[in-house]
Nanobody
Framework: QVQLVESGGGLVQAGGFLRLSCIAS????????MGWYRQAPGKQRELVAT???????NYADSIKGRFTVSGDSAKNTVYLQMNSLKPEDTAVYYC?????????????WGQGTQVTVSS
């Protein structure tokens, strides 16, 4: 059973930084992509950043230049370095992973980690 285990959330003042980590355990297969989504109260879950096993990255416009996604595909890990945090970054951040095998996509989600940015 694949599990995504997140760590690194917390409370930080505006302008501060946090680093989120996520590891996919319980599988011998390499994930094709991993990344982060977030959901603020009363809002839909949205993409933050993703990275493929080949190293290609994708970022939401709202966090470009402030957040950096990185990972180790061989270890099924992904990180999110968040700098210059703003109160509007407050949300539950979810780790996401996807693997495609024989045309079937398998998607996995972590339980989420709270990030709170105070003004």
């Amino acid at each position: 059973q694949v599990q995504l285990v997140e760590s690194g959330g917390g409370l930080v003042q505006a302008g501060g930084f946090l680093r989120l980590s996520c590891i996919a355990s319980g599988t011998i297969f390499r994930m094709n992509s991993m990344g982060w989504y977030r959901q603020a109260p009363g809002k839909q879950r949205e993409l933050v950043a993703t990275i493929t096993s080949g190293g290609s990255t994708n970022y939401a416009d709202s966090i470009k230049g402030r957040f950096t996604v990185s990972g180790d595909s061989a270890k099924n890990t992904v990180y999110l370095q968040m700098n210059s945090l703003k109160p509007e970054d407050t949300a539950v951040y979810y780790c996401h992973a996807q693997r495609t095998s024989w045309g079937t996509a398998y998607t996995y989600w972590g339980q989420g980690t709270q990030v709170t940015v105070s003004s």
